[in-house]
């Protein structure tokens, strides 16, 4: 009941009846599947209650615990219901999240990350040794490594995968890997990689596809074809893939740790509605489903026969404000000429207009968290400065409009995606922002016509979000960075500029923390982008599934998963 | 007979030209483009320069039409630009599993629908006809989706009767095979049943009320013989056409009934690679949906000839 009155009190009445039907939709879906746990009350956010099967609340991280091997039986082939299919399965050119949750099972990288969200080695046998000028990365390699075509891993494997992620055509990993000059193999356990500037990024870099090892000899045989038969380093390996359908692993034998391996294969389904995802999970034909919906998550709380991993996003949903990108992005700046453009008074009164807490806590079951800026708490570089949040204040909003003397209502046009969950967002915010002197009026469009417009610079407002990367400088730079390669906002700040580069360039940790706090500050005075909220990546499994984990880059790992004895 | 053939061969050709221009045209007026939709939200300027340049989209249309038209008329159909693998085994991999699940939805809908249809006319005004029309009424209303969750919300998820997603090819396991069609096919099935029954419906009651039943009946034939062999038999024209006219509402059934069931078919083959703009699979997807399309309206009106041999013989004159 509390849902439904915070729902009302955004969503203007012309628009509740879209939701009321939605919800008379979901109401007979409910009554006429005749599902006992489909009728189960939605736990308020935050609260821990001790009834909900042993599982997490709302808002809570759970990421699994590793499988004791006592209890898990060998053999048996894990389904996990997907939500997209992956791109190519070639670590040099993919660049679809998803690809990450195959790649993780069969290519192996030079470091990955903990729970924490910090990097730890995989292939590598420790952190990079970093040179004191920060020009110079000295990795130490794992030995006795195979790919799974029977060649050896060393450091000459690594550095044909590091060059083909620096050259190959269309590769999507170069931006990645920074201003990298050379790479030396001094002895097969040992690579080098040297640097014309600084580029503290790299190592988290390495913690994702560009630090995946590819099998050299599958490299030469299959050159830009890869992705046809990947060979890389991994408890499983390549079996078979039927397009936009399915993709399957096998147990690979000769992997360096195959006793930890229990499962004989896996196999990704494609199933991209999240309650068919759902249904597949709770009929046992899928054993772990991803990016189950905010709407689905508590109803299968409380079944007896899932668990819900939860992890937050380390990236981030946010209003992008179209300040200079008149062109287009990659064209020079030019100021749009309307108030939200010129005037940051008056995007600053759009950001105190939006009720985080009310949107997170309505919208989503409570199970996203408020965002303000764009560094994750989880972050090591995070702080106390950018994690500053502006509290909702419409009424300071309207002083704000009057003050940059814009009459009110001031209406603005927001493009947005034309998933259900976009839309009661920006059915929500529509309402919220009206308090504070906007009338948002929402342009719905299909994802990939959303990112053209958005790279034509054609919109003044629009919805959208990033899933996020370990290192704070891929979730920032990129996006705010007045050459930024996703600057949509066209914004553009040399002190900005600045405090990202010298960030980029620290070696010191405590000092990338502080600059980056400075960064936040700067952001909530000129609001290119209005940060709202935090996903958070759920993810149902099984329960006679054990060891299945999900960290906060999103990423499930199956690997080292049994089905229970 | 071949006059007429060789005229119907000439009018698809046309028809298929069309179809490729309006396709390859269509599929690039939408905005956004396979750069764009395989880069998703980690895009730079150079990467997807590097793309478009790799598979020729920096090309004017009618560079690209050229090399379309003259890969295809050489059997290549290109490759996938979101996943690599050649467009050609693709749809020669999700080809079949949509034509099984059609032809079982077909056999399902006909048995079905003729069945009740028969029914509904032979008891007119009783209660038979009632239960038919309304599950008919209910066939047509109820749209493939609600009906494909409803049915693995009850018959999967709650009984555990079938699965809920997934394929096994038949030369693999043809039980399991059937056994993951069945719930599909049945779904994608309801819409043509409740058609074909009120087709048969009718062109039964009109058979019913025609002089040659009335003979049939006076020389003494039994009810069941009058029915089937005499009224059922001359209704059934309708009916095959109804099914052929019916087969583009069946493909586009089938798109919805593939994704909601995971199965690797032509439909969901086509949508997502429409969302993807993978711009060679839209366009091989067109020309081979449009060939099938125009093959099987051929060979609709040849077995017109064969049931009703009046036709063979005006064509032949």
């Keep these: ?187 097969p356990k040992t690579v080098v990689i040297k640097l014309s500037k600084p580029f503290a990024p790299l190592t988290a870099a390495l913690a994702d596809r560009a630090g995946m090892v590819l099998s050299p000899a599958a490299v030469a045989k299959l050159g830009a074809n890869f992705s046809s038969a990947p060979v890389c380093v991994g408890p499983f390996k390549f079996a078979s893939r039927v397009a936009q359908n399915s993709i399957k692993v096998v147990k690979d034998p000769q992997y360096y740790d195959a006793a930890k391996v229990h499962l004989d294969s896996i196999e990704y389904r494609i199933i991209t509605d999240s309650s068919i995802r759902s249904a597949n999970l709770k009929s046992g034909d899928a054993q772990v489903a991803d990016s189950l919906s905010s709407q689905d998550a508590p109803t299968l709380q409380k079944d007896d026969s899932v668990s819900v991993l939860q992890s937050q996003s380390l990236g981030y949903q946010g209003l992008t404000i179209n300040i200079g990108n008149a062109n287009g992005v990659g064209t020079p700046h030019k100021q749009l000429d309307t108030p939200i453009a010129k005037d940051p008074k008056v995007r600053q009164a759009l950001a105190l207009s939006i009720d985080r807490e009310a949107l997170v806590k309505s919208i989503f079951n409570g199970l996203n968290t408020v965002a303000c800026s764009p560094v994750s708490p989880k972050s090591e570089f995070s702080s106390d400065a950018a994690q500053v949040c502006p509290p909702h204040d419409p009424a300071k909003a309207k002083q704000l409009l009057s003050e940059a003397g814009v009459s009110t209502p001031y209406k603005v046009e927001m493009i947005t995606s034309n998933n259900p969950d976009s839309l009661r967002l920006a059915q929500a915010l529509q309402g919220m922002v009206k308090e504070g002197g906007f009338e948002l009026v929402i342009k719905p469009v299909e994802y990939a016509a959303l990112l053209d417009q958005q790279d034509r610079g054609d919109f003044e407002l629009l919805q959208l979000g990033w899933s996020g990367r370990v290192d704070p400088d891929a979730n920032i730079y990129n996006f705010i960075g007045s050459t930024g390669s996703q600057n949509v906002s066209g914004y553009s700040n040399p002190e900005v500029d600045k405090l990202l580069t010298d960030a980029r360039q620290a070696t010191d940790k405590a000092e990338r923390v502080k600059l980056y706090g400075d960064v936040v500050s700067k952001l909530q005075q000129d609001d290119p982008i209005i940060y709202m909220y935090r996903q958070r990546n759920l993810t149902g499994v099984s329960k006679k599934l054990l060891g299945i984990q999900v960290y906060p880059d999103g990423v499930i790992r199956t690997a080292f998963a049994g089905f229970a004895k | 007979m071949r006059r007429y053939l060789l005229n119907r061969v000439w009018q698809s050709a046309v028809t298929l030209v069309l179809a490729t221009i309006v396709v390859f045209a269509g599929v690039r007026a939408l905005p956004g483009d396979p750069a764009l939709a395989l880069a998703g939200e980690d895009r ?274």
């Design chain 1, 1 to 187: 009941m509390t849902r439904r009155l915070a729902l009302n009190r955004f969503i203007p009445r012309t628009r509740r009846r879209s939701v009321v039907g939605y919800g008379a939709a979901v109401a007979v879906l409910a009554v006429t599947g005749m599902i006992s746990t489909a009728c189960s009350p939605v736990e308020p956010a935050g609260s821990d209650d001790p009834t909900s099967g042993g599982q997490s609340s709302a808002g809570q991280d759970v990421f699994g615990e590793p499988a004791d091997a006592a209890q898990v039986k060998p053999g048996g082939t894990l389904t996990v219901a997907l939500s997209a299919d992956p791109d190519k399965l070639d670590p040099t050119l993919s660049r679809s999240l998803y690809s990450r949750y195959v790649f993780h099972t069969m290519c192996e990288k030079l470091y990955d990350l903990g729970p924490d969200a910090k990097v730890v080695p995989q292939l590598a046998t420790a952190l990079p040794t970093i040179s004191s000028d920060g020009l110079s990365l000295t990795i130490p390699l794992k030995q006795g490594a195979k790919f799974a075509d029977g060649g050896a891993f060393d450091a000459n494997a690594v550095k044909t995968s590091l060059n083909r992620h620096l050259t190959l055509a269309g590769s999507a990993r170069k931006s990645e890997l920074g201003p990298i000059t050379a790479i030396e193999t001094p002895d």
């Design chain 2, 44 to 317: 730079d300027p150079e990467s997807l320069r590097a793309i478009r340049e790799q598979y020729g989209l920096d090309q004017s249309w009618l560079v690209q039409f050229w090399q379309f038209v003259s890969h295809a008329a050489r059997g290549d159909l290109g490759q996938s630009i979101r996943t690599g693998t050649p467009v050609r085994s693709m749809i020669a991999s999700a080809l079949p599993v949509t034509i099984e699940l059609s032809v079982l939805a077909i056999l399902i809908a006909s048995v079905i629908g003729v069945g009740a249809g028969v029914v509904a006319a032979v008891r007119r005004g009783r209660p038979a006809e009632w239960a038919a029309n309304a599950l008919a009424l209910l066939g047509l209303s109820v749209p493939h989706f609600w009906l494909g969750l409803m049915a693995i919300l009850y018959l999967s998820v709650a009984l555990g009767l079938f699965p809920a997603s997934g394929f096994v090819p038949f030369f693999t396991d043809p039980v399991a095979n059937l056994h993951h069609l069945v719930l599909p096919a049945v779904i994608l099935g309801t819409g043509l049943a409740a058609v074909i029954m009120r087709q048969t419906r009718s062109s039964m009651l009109d058979a019913l009320s025609a002089d040659y039943i009335r003979t049939a009946e006076a020389k003494g034939l039994p009810p069941k013989a009058v029915v089937g062999k005499h009224a059922l038999r001359n209704s059934l024209i309708v009916v095959v056409t109804v099914v052929g006219l019916q087969l583009g509402a069946l493909i586009s059934g089938a798109v919805v009934t593939e994704r909601i069931f995971a199965l690797p078919g032509f439909g969901k083959l086509t949508v997502d690679a429409v969302f993807q703009r993978d711009y060679p699979v839209i366009q091989a997807v067109v020309l081979v949906t449009a060939t099938a399309y125009i093959v099987i309206n051929l060979l609709v009106d040849l077995l017109y000839s064969v049931i009703d041999p009046r036709i063979r013989v005006r064509g032949e004159a």
